[in-house]
């Protein structure tokens, strides 16, 4: 079938300048969960490490400190099946009440995946400023997810995370089973494509 465009990216795209700290504590707590806290101390650059435990009210941290946190996360060195954990365990927290909203008011219209597929960009607004996000319908119950000038995409913990992301807004639209991969296999820089399937 062919591509439909659901969310086009931006005409402009502007740098990243901040990350929601919701992104970065709702981690922190799941690495606390899985014993791996004491270790990613150890990792991380001492310079950030105050101002990333410090962060406990919801705001805007510069992109640098998110650097220290991927850098330090991918250092831990984790199995991919434990990211992917970490992922959904991230995506469960952060989809709180935002999407929580979402889905009682789309079970009165009857709650499918493509009823919350299209809040996808509002979700991301609301975890980082700068970048910017195209999704395509690419199947029946197939997605893309194409991030761009987001330079957090070069450390695999984000990536991982990410997919858990995307996996829960879509188990949340009632998809059973739902899997997420990452699709491009060009180095990632800025850009990451995520592949999402559900049944």
């Not at 502007?14 to 919701?22: A, F, I, K, Q």
């Not at 922190?28 to 991380?44: A, D, K, N, S, W």
């Not at 365990?89 to 008011?105: S, W, Y």
Request: aromatic fraction near 8%; charged fraction near 20%; charge should be positive.
């Amino acid at each position: 079938m062919t591509e439909e465009v659901l969310i086009p990216v931006a005409t402009v795209i502007s740098p990243l300048t901040g990350v929601r700290s919701t992104l970065i504590q709702s981690s922190l707590h799941t690495l606390r969960v899985r014993g791996h806290f004491e270790r990613y101390l150890q990792l991380v650059d001492p310079a950030c490490k105050a101002s990333l435990l410090e962060s406990l009210a919801p705001e805007w941290l510069n992109p640098t400190l998110a650097h220290a946190h991927y850098a330090a996360c991918d250092a831990l060195e984790l199995g991919a099946d434990e990211l992917l954990s970490i992922g959904e365990a991230v995506g469960d927290r952060i989809q709180g009440a935002f999407i929580g909203t979402l889905v009682r008011r789309a079970r009165a219209i009857g709650l499918t995946p493509w009823v919350m597929i299209p809040q996808f960009g509002r979700l991301r607004e609301r975890l980082l400023l700068g970048g910017s996000m195209q999704v395509n319908k690419v199947g029946p119950k197939d997605i893309t997810v194409d991030m761009r000038v987001l330079p957090l995409c070069e450390y695999a913990y984000f990536r991982a995370a990410f997919c858990g992301v995307v996996g829960t807004v879509i188990k949340l639209g009632a998809g059973r089973s739902v899997v997420v991969r990452i699709a491009n296999s060009s180095g990632f820089a800025k850009r990451c494509v995520f592949r999402c399937s559900w049944v």
